[in-house]
């Protein structure tokens, strides 16, 4: 039985760059945080490669010949994803499956999927690998390719779960037999679920003393409808029962359903794509039908663009260059495309001719349409911060690195914006708030870029008087108060929105401890939730994983964006696990809370919040402000307020300095040398008025968000 109903995940994302030219160093991506040199040229860098303990020799020893992939028929290929909760193992298994088909040599270096250097440093997993393994079924005499997909845990990446669930027939759904079905199990088998795969259940993590495979099992049934029966107990860590996992993806998982005949037409779908320095644009792609050769002329359906393909290649781990890509294989097309820009992931690659034929005689029955295959969501970014240099003369330096970084991270989005107390800068779109902390972590370490960065706001939508549509705003200067306040008598326009604001929804799955359900339900109504599931996943005996409890609410995104998971896990001392997905938008009371000093507003640090929060968070944030602002010669007045109504104030006695008074025997070069540092100083400070505000207020302020709490 489905004890989730109608629940679907529709996730925050889809996105970008994809499978890595591992024997290059150059590849790309958005995540490589080693340090490096700022780049000199204008061409995007090189993503940072973790160093590994197995050599490239070895592996390439283990390469089987081209030949040998290419030759199974498409009924012996099976394209699967491992899904799972965060660590939970799915890094781990993916190590074993390569190593018992041989991809790689025994006892190698651990996660050897997780290439990036923030992954191994974080031991995290935020890209999807893919990798091409070739299997000997013992039992059946038979050779299969097996396509694996491994894919990170954490929600910001979710997309990267979709994307290449888009590619597969089956998922190994992976659940850690001493912790039981977590939130994003939760999330996960329902985008399998949306994608009718073959799920096959496994159990992991059995050698732990904690292990209770039987409640594990048990939940499955309630939880999923699974059948216990079906689950493959396995430890990936000491190797035990992984075989099985491979007989079960053999007899589990369908053969890809595309058409491999002669006549077929080549459909290839772009999982991914990422820039590398020598070779261009290097995109990630399932072949669904048909076949691609070295020379083909392809064109991107969506795009239009047309170009000639240059190079071809499996992951098996290290890349495998090939002539061609047959139905079934998944691999990476370079092209004579240079412009990763032009890539469109989730696009539909055909041959030109095949189009241009498809234009000029569409035959009776229909055999010469080209259509596009049903790709996954464009990524969506939802938290918006605006980003300032910390001096203005480090706007071009930052204009550069942003430039750069979005090239290889296609999924931020960027448009600038200029505040009047922080000079020009960027208004930045991420998929989550760890997407913006790890785009902020790159600009300082790679572009040496060091950013101010405004508290995280959701997109709203805003109908204005008189408008038929709404329009986004992500960012509090963006919101025209005054005209949203003239609706008196303005008619609405038939047909339309009523006017105000509507804020972005989740749907939140939260997994915890019996224990703990009374916090955490105080936590989501404080945080203005609704509650729509409550339901116990205990199994038979009421123990160990079985003594779970499934929430669900419905929140506004606003409320969850920032430090809710931060906060979930301090109440439930990290037990509770937490995943969610969008849910359309709501009409709500929201109001722009802007801050004053000395009677000036400043922009950087006004934010748009629920109304019944504007008084709490007016108070901490003048109080917090009364703590960082350092005294001026003058009294400064700090006031929040919405609209004309101030709701908070305090303000600092005056405090006088002169920064000469004690030197006034001092020679007139050390005087010189005085000023001047007090002028690079000033160079740290931002004016609001006359009064100046050093930059680590604003940071300091920032970074705790606009919630105040
Ligand atoms: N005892 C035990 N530990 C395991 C087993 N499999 C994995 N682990 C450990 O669990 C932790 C997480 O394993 P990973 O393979 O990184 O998990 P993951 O699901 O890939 O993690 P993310 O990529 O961050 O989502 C590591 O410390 C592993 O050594 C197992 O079978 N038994």
């Known amino acids: 039985m489905d004890a989730l109903g109608t629940h679907r995940r529709s996730h925050l994302d889809p996105w970008r760059a994809g499978t890595s030219v591992a024997f290059d160093p150059s590849r790309l991506g958005w995540r490589g945080l080693a340090k490096k040199a700022p780049p000199r040229s204008s061409e995007p860098q090189a993503e940072p490669r973790a160093s590994t303990d197995v050599t490239e020799r070895e592996i390439l020893a283990h390469q089987r010949s081209p030949d ?6 498409l009924a012996n290929v099976r394209n699967f994803s491992i899904v799972a909760h965060v660590d939970h193992g799915k890094s781990t298994l ?4 390569l190593e018992i088909t041989e991809a790689i040599p025994p006892g190698g270096r651990k996660q050897y999927l997780d290439r990036l250097p923030v992954e191994r440093a974080r031991g995290i997993t935020v890209k999807a690998q893919s990798v091409s393994l070739l299997h000997a079924d013992e039992r059946t005499g038979e050779t299969y390719l097996l396509n694996l997909i491994d894919t990170p845990g954490h929600a910001d990446f979710s997309f990267e779960v979709s994307r290449s669930l888009a590619a597969c027939q089956g998922a190994l759904l992976l659940v850690d037999a001493a912790q039981g079905i977590q939130a994003q199990t939760i999330a996960t088998f329902f985008l399998a679920m949306e994608r009718d795969l073959a799920i096959v259940p496994v159990a992991n993590k059995i050698d732990s003393v904690n292990a209770d495979v039987e409640g594990t099992g048990e939940q499955l049934e309630s939880v999923f409808g699974i059948d216990a029966k079906e689950l493959v107990p396995i430890s990936a860590k000491v190797g035990t029962n992984v075989d099985a996992v491979l007989g079960a993806i053999i007899d589990r998982v369908p053969a890809p359903g595309g058409d491999a005949s002669v006549n077929a037409k080549l459909r290839a779908l772009m999982l991914d794509c990422h820039y590398d320095s020598y070779r261009g644009a290097v995109a990630s792609v399932s072949v669904v039908d048909g076949v691609v050769k070295i020379g083909d002329k392809v064109r991107s359906m969506r795009t239009g663009q047309t170009s000639e393909v240059l190079e071809l290649g499996l992951m098996t781990p290290e890349p495998l260059r090939v002539r061609e890509l047959t139905a079934g294989r998944v691999g990476y097309v370079i092209t004579s495309q240079r412009d990763v820009r032009a890539a469109k992931i989730g696009d539909t690659l055909v041959l030109e001719r095949d189009y241009q034929k498809s234009l000029s005689a569409v035959s009776t029955d229909g055999s010469d349409v080209l259509t596009p295959l049903n790709a996954f969501r464009e990524a969506k970014p939802m938290v918006f911060q605006g980003l300032f240099p910390q001096t203005g003369d480090d706007y071009e330096k930052l204009k550069a690195a942003v430039e750069r970084l979005t090239l290889n991270d296609p999924s931020v989005t960027t448009q600038t914006e200029t505040s009047a107390a922080l000079g020009p800068g960027f208004r930045c779109g991420f998929l989550g708030l760890l997407h913006a902390d790890v785009f902020h972590q790159r ?42 306040s003239q609706s008196h008598g303005v008619p609405r326009v038939e047909g339309s929105d009523p006017v105000g604001i509507s804020e972005p929804m989740v749907d939140a799955t939260i997994v915890c401890k019996n224990e703990h359900v009374g916090k955490i339900v105080e936590l989501c109504v404080d945080r203005r939730g609704t509650q729509l599931e409550h339901t116990h996943m205990s199994n038979s005996a009421g123990t160990g994983s079985g003594d779970r409890v499934l929430l669900r609410y419905r929140l506004p995104m606003g409320e969850v964006a920032t430090d809710f998971s931060d906060e979930l896990k301090s ?10 997905e969008e849910s359309g938008y709501q009409q709500s009371d929201i109001v722009r809370l802007d801050v004053l000093i000395n009677g000036q507003s400043v922009d950087a640090l006004a934010g748009l919040i629920h109304r019944d929060k504007a008084q709490r968070s007016g108070k901490a944030w003048v109080t917090r402000l009364k703590e960082i602002l350092p005294r001026q010669l003058f009294e400064v007045k700090i006031q929040a307020a919405v609209g004309q109504k101030v709701l908070a104030r305090e303000s600092i006695s005056a405090y006088k300095k002169d920064v000469l008074a004690n030197y006034y025997a001092m020679d007139k070069s050390r005087k010189q040398k005085l000023l001047n540092k007090q002028k690079k100083g000033k160079k740290y400070m931002k004016s609001v008025g006359s009064v100046e505000i050093p930059n680590e207020a604003f940071a300091g302020l920032l970074s705790k968000g606009f919630k105040g709490d």
Request: glycine share 4%.
């Open 68 to 73: 040998d992939y290419l030759r199974v028929p």
């Open 94 to 97: 993916a190590d074993r499956l």
């Open 443 to 484: 600009l300082k370490e790679e572009f040496g870029a060091e950013v101010i960065a405004t508290a995280p706001t959701v997109p709203y939508r805003v109908v204005y008087p008189g408008e038929s549509s709404a329009v986004s705003v992500s960012s509090p200067m963006q919101l025209d108060v005054e005209r949203l």
């Open 571 to 580: 109440r439930t001392s990290g037990y509770a696990t937490f995943d969610y």
